[in-house]
């Protein structure tokens, strides 16, 4: 690592010159905290040489940190403001920082560092969901990212790990375990941020594994899209939205009267099999 990126100014001065007042349209929380910054690095193991992209990088307390861990970085950021604060930092880390400004929605940052990329960041809340739904049902499978490290709303995350038969259990639980691992790395209060949001927030670490059954994936969200879309309901009322739904419930056994969710992500696989 250079010396310069162990000296750097204060994000609140890097904030205060460059008129970094926080937009809440653009889910502007900030981490300001190198220590737990460099925490968040720490998540997706080893850094050193490695590519990482980063969504939405504002000041760029998160990116020092990924940085200092020795990584190659390319971020997306949509405020134009905080694009003069990043270019001062690629400066101090020669090379080893592409900054593109515009909507990580609209991004695909496949082919712009060498690898598979881990994708860290600390999530505009507005655009995480969508992002991550986006990451884990993307094809072919395993995916061109190494691991996803993504801040999101405690509740969000909690619904990301949940076990079959928990409150928190539904369609994005699935979705993140039909083929990777996700688990909650640490928990933050909401005053970890400037401004504080108003919950709290936990950092998901998520890997690629191979899928609980050869499914693809299209078949698994249009399967959790039936059953969860009337949660409530039996499954045999759920799955009548469904092309083939009430053959496929019958195929595999599961008993009809159950509700969506007490079925394990294995059973929705095996009900997505006979599709
Ligand atoms: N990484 C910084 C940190 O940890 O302090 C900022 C995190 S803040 C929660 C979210 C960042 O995402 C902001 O910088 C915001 O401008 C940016 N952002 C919001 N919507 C975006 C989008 N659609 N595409 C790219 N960046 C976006």
């Known amino acids: 690592m250079t010396d310069a990126l162990l000296s750097l100014p204060p994000l609140r001065e890097v904030i205060a010159r460059h008129g970094l007042a926080a937009k809440k349209s ?22 050193a040489g490695a590519s990482v992209y980063e969504v939405g990088p504002g000041p760029g307390g998160l990116t020092r940190a990924l940085l200092r861990a020795g990584a190659n970085v390319v971020a997306v950021e949509r405020d134009d403001r905080a694009l003069p604060a990043l270019a001062e930092l690629g400066a101090l880390a020669p090379g080893r920082l592409q900054v593109v400004g515009g909507d990580a929605l609209d991004y695909d940052p496949r082919g712009t560092l060498p690898g598979p990329l881990h994708i860290v960041a600390n999530l505009p809340y507005n655009i995480g969901t969508a992002l991550l739904v986006r990451w884990l049902t ?9 691991s996803l490290t993504l801040m999101f709303q405690k509740e969000v995350a909690q619904r990301i790990v949940a076990a079959a038969g928990s409150d928190a259990y539904g369609r994005l639980s699935v979705l993140a375990q039909f083929r990777s691992r996700p688990r909650i790395a640490f928990d933050l209060p909401a005053k970890a941020f400037t401004p504080p949001p108003k919950v709290a927030s936990a950092v998901v670490h998520i890997v690629p594994m191979d899928p609980v059954l050869d499914v693809p994936m299209a078949r698994i969200e249009a399967v959790t899209a039936a059953a969860f879309g009337q949660r409530r309901k039996m499954l045999r009322a759920s799955l009548k939205t469904l092309n083939g739904g009430i053959e496929a419930l019958q195929r595999t056994g599961i008993d009809p009267e159950r509700r969506a969710e007490t079925l394990t992500v294995a059973e929705f696989a095996a009900l997505a099999a006979e599709l």
């Not at 190198?34 to 080893?46: H, T």
């Not at 993307?138 to 190494?146: L, M, V, Y």
């Open 138 to 146: 993307i094809e072919p499978w395993p995916p061109w990212w190494a």
């Open 26 to 47: 653009l889910g502007q929380n900030f981490l300001l905290d190198g220590n737990l910054l460099d925490r968040i690095a720490r998540v997706p193991g080893p850094l």
